[in-house]
């Protein structure tokens, strides 16, 4: 028979320890918290004591002799391992022996009582009839708890908000974003930009008006949350020392009143925006975290008095998102937001004491914010649109519907406080180095000009009308509508065909053509191909991309006419282009430009100050190729000479949108963006 195996105490694993009650894996400076099922997982190789755990004995202890797959097996160590790892890389911890399973490779070594549940089967007189009591248990407890569950939810009157009165809360010139506020909606806490450019802390006491400045405008200070008890601020500061987590007290000192002493909490790692979340007791804050640009955000509970850190959530090996990317404490639990797709989200409910997952539900939107209203009711942004989330019915209706996309929200009495930014804009059009001249403006977001082969037409993406368009600007300036994306309307990246007859993207892990001449939208890869980055082939027939369906990012050629794929990398492929035989490309996680000769397979890195961000534009024009130098601007390397040269400098703000046809060069810049604090009422219906 199988047996759901059970623990206590604590294990020593080399340098670190498993909590088999919490089912907390920890080392000198930080934990985390296991799932169930990589629980399970550990204890069956934890028991064997170094001995090979085959995948039989696996699925009967760890899956209780369910049916499972070989890739669920996998994933199950995959993350196991990744658990491992994140806490200790100097060594690996299990070991795979193909075909025949299992093992750690570490010593375990049991600290207190570890005891695995093996039940004892009765005499064999009453075997039968305790199997049939358990039958009428088994058939009758789920029906009692639903039944029980019903009447609850019945008794319990559910609260469902209404949208009263809307009034602006700040009008300062910039944008005003970032929004916190204390336990008791006395202070409101916000960043804004200075005239130097940095980010900077203010505090706005809502009882008397004021706003006043916490951090100084030469420093660069954000995404800041104000404690429970309104005395204090967790903040981010980015400078020479990279990202830093700091707290500091909201009373002002002398002589600079508008700046008291801070102490480092955290340093993070670069490319990190650690939006912050206390604890309603004051004692932690909760904040996402990433290892690099390249990497998903996961959740951490940082300890104020110790500073000691613990990792909460842990994403599946085959995860490829952006992660976990908002974090709202409540008394009893945490919610936290995780990326799916472009269009949506999931919402996981957790335990602050052991991280435990007690509720999940996929959400058809890109949430973006969220904030407790009530321990039943959560309050989620996603683009302009406002929710409310029902825990006891699990139950997501709108609420209200802003102006422009909102990017912070809190919970006061009676009401809410927002922030939205207003964005806008511009594609501008130089010739040979001419002054740029301002060639598409619509007072909306026009972006990812691209321009044809010809140069006589002009492919870009508007918001115009109040979600993205694909549209389409003539050489005599004729601007209209070509097609309507597939799917909720997003953002895309475009491509012409080599006859400038098509228009080329990939949305929702799908590849889709337009034709230019009539609009109409083709299906060329369905969403079972994973596509990433498209891109034409060699020929018309052909399609370059990227897939992550094997676990990681590589580059797949697909020819259209007989459905034959070929996988071009083995190490990594991002964003690729084919040209005089050779594959030019770019990797997922790594900066740099990579040329596979497809005759010989060989591969070279070609240039290593390539950014990763240059996914999104870089081209190949006469053979030269463009890409983007963060700060300095639009670089070109010659393929013949493997030679660079600024091609054109970094214009003011610009949002790293270009495209480039000698003599011509297209790009987008952005409005100065202006942002306001609105008060919207609530109303208990």
């Known amino acids: 028979m199988t047996t759901l195996l059970t623990a206590e105490g604590l294990w020593q694993l080399g340098s670190l320890h498993y909590d088999a009650n919490q089912r907390q894996l920890s080392s000198a400076a930080q934990q985390l918290y296991l799932e169930p099922r990589q629980h399970q997982l550990l204890l069956c190789l934890l028991q064997a004591a170094g001995q090979v755990v085959s995948r039989d004995t696996l699925i009967a202890r760890a ?44 010593d375990a070594t049991a600290v207190a009582t570890v005891a695995a549940a093996v039940a004892k089967p009765p005499p064999l007189a009453h075997v039968q009839s305790g199997r049939n009591r358990q039958a009428v248990l088994y058939r009758a407890v789920p029906a009692l708890l639903v039944a029980v569950l019903l009447w609850f939810i019945s008794l319990t009157p559910q609260q ?70 309104g005395s204090q601020f967790a903040f981010v500061q980015f400078g020479a020392e990279g990202c830093r987590l700091m707290l500091q007290s909201t009373r002002p000192s002398e002589p600079e009143p508008e700046q008291s002493a801070s102490r480092l909490l955290h340093q993070c790692p670069a490319d990190n925006i650690p939006l912050l979340s206390w604890q309603p007791d004051g004692t932690s804050v909760y904040f996402r975290q990433r290892a690099d640009k390249t990497q998903p955000y996961q959740i951490y509970q940082l300890n104020i008095a110790s500073t000691a850190l613990r990792q909460l959530t842990l994403l599946p090996s085959d995860y490829s998102g952006l992660g976990d990317i908002a974090v709202a404490a409540s008394a009893d639990q945490l919610a936290v937001l995780r990326y799916l797709t472009a269009d949506t989200t999931e919402l996981l409910l957790l335990s602050p004491d052991n991280a435990a997952i007690s509720a999940a539900q996929t959400l058809p ?104 368009q694909l549209w389409l600007q003539q050489d005599n300036g004729a601007e209209r509508l070509l097609a309507e994306l597939p799917g909720t309307p997003g953002f895309v990246r475009l491509e012409w065909s080599a006859d400038d007859s098509q228009l080329l993207f990939s949305k929702d892990d799908a590849a889709y053509s337009v034709e230019v001449a009539t609009g109409k939208l083709h299906q060329l890869l369905p969403a079972q191909h994973k596509v990433g980055v498209v891109n034409w082939g060699q020929h018309a027939n052909q399609l370059l991309y990227s897939s992550w369906r094997d676990g990681d990012w590589q580059l797949w050629l697909h020819d259209l006419s007989n459905k034959i794929e070929q996988q071009l990398t083995t190490q990594g492929g991002y964003s690729g282009r084919l040209w005089q035989g050779s594959l ?39 053979n030269k190729l463009y890409y983007y130098q963060p700060d300095q601007g639009i670089y070109s390397l010659d393929l013949a000479s493997l030679t660079t040269s600024l091609h054109q400098a970094e214009p003011a703000r610009f949002i790293r949108h270009f495209s480039v046809r000698q003599p011509n060069t297209v790009l987008v810049r952005h409005a100065e963006l202006q942002g306001d604090i609105y008060h919207l009422s609530l109303k208990s219906e």
């Open 63 to 106: 899956w209780q002799g369910r049916i499972v797959s070989d890739s669920a097996i996998n994933r199950a160590v995959s993350m196991l391992r990744k658990a491992f790892a994140s806490l200790d890389q100097s060594r690996d911890y299990i070991e795979t022996l193909p075909k025949l399973g299992y093992r750690l490779l570490v």
């Open 160 to 229: 469902r908000l209404s949208a009263g009165t809307l009034a602006p809360h700040s009008s300062f010139n910039g944008v005003e974003s970032q929004l916190s506020i204390d336990g008791a909606a006395s202070n409101l806490l916000y960043q804004r930009q200075t005239g130097q450019g940095h980010s900077q802390i203010w505090l706005n006491n809502l009882t008397d008006g004021s706003h006043r400045a916490l951090t100084p405008a030469s420093q660069q200070s954000a995404y800041a949350a104000i404690s429970p008890d």
């Open 365 to 468: 939107l890109r949430a973006t914010a969220l904030t407790w209203y009530s321990e039943q009711l959560l309050l989620i942004s996603a683009g302009q649109m406002l929710y409310q989330y029902h825990l006891p019915t699990a139950k997501l209706l709108p609420l209200y519907q802003a102006a422009d996309p909102i990017n912070s929200l809190v919970a006061a009495a009676g009401g809410l406080y927002f922030s939205s930014t207003e964005f806008n804009a511009d594609i501008w059009h130089s010739n040979a180095g001419d002054e740029a001249v301002l060639r598409i403006n619509s007072s909306r977001a026009d972006l990812m000009p691209r321009l044809a082969h010809d140069t006589r037409q002009l492919a870009f993406l508007t918001n115009r009308s109040g979600r993205h």
């Open 584 to 622: 030019y490309f770019s990797k997922y996680h790594q900066d740099g430009l990579w040329r596979k000769d497809l005759a010989t397979a060989d591969e070279t890195l070609l240039l290593a100050q390539f950014d990763k961000i240059n996914w999104l534009n870089w081209h190949i024009d006469h």
